[in-house]
């Protein structure tokens, strides 16, 4: 069963090693965004951006977080977080930082960003929700791990979530 998820990661940074992982064929993802339209939504104010991550979130039942360097604490991916989770929608994270960016380079690891979101009134929303660190010791052989492993860790996402 083909899933239809939606991708939130620190856009400036990791779009090229988001796009990579989007490639993958057993998973529909979002379109992303282009630096264009982005722009276009942002001037409109935070009700303009809401309503556009809205809209991309309608139709998917996962929500996959691509971590980068700086992707935890971002206000809009906090947000797409919260309101996937406050959806029902099931929620993972994979770090990139592992995958090389356009000009063939590897970033450092990034924080979790499920540590500073909290679930209930004491827990992190990290006690619930898994952030995968792919394995291997190039962007190739990490690549792989996510092309093997993203569809069962989406499944797991959603078992989660309905156990939540």
């Known amino acids: 069963m083909t899933r239809r998820v939606f991708y939130s990661f620190h856009y400036k940074p990791d779009n ?26 942002t001037k409109d104010g935070n009700a ?4 556009w ?15 980068g360097t700086k992707t935890a604490g971002r206000k809009w991916i906090n947000h797409e977080i919260v309101k996937s989770w ?14 090389k960016d356009a000009g063939g380079y590897i970033s450092d690891k990034g924080n979790n960003p499920f540590d500073s979101i909290k ?3 004491k827990k992190k929303l990290s006690s619930i929700v898994k952030c995968y660190n792919p394995v291997g010791t ?5 690549y792989a791990w996510i092309e093997k492993h ?12 309905g156990d939540n």
């Open 16 to 41: 090229w090693r988001a796009s990579q992982v989007r490639e993958i064929g057993t998973i529909e993802g979002n379109s992303p965004a282009t630096d264009n339209d982005w722009e276009t939504v």
């Open 48 to 51: 303009a951006i809401e309503k």
């Open 53 to 67: 991550i809205a809209e991309q979130m309608k139709g998917r039942s996962c929500t996959v977080v691509l971590v």
């Open 86 to 99: 406050n959806e029902g929608m099931g929620v993972v994270g994979i770090y990139i930082h592992g995958l």
């Open 119 to 121: 679930y209930g009134e």
């Open 138 to 142: 190039n962007s190739k052989d990490r």
């Open 150 to 161: 993203l569809a069962n860790a989406i499944e797991e996402a959603i078992k989660i979530r």
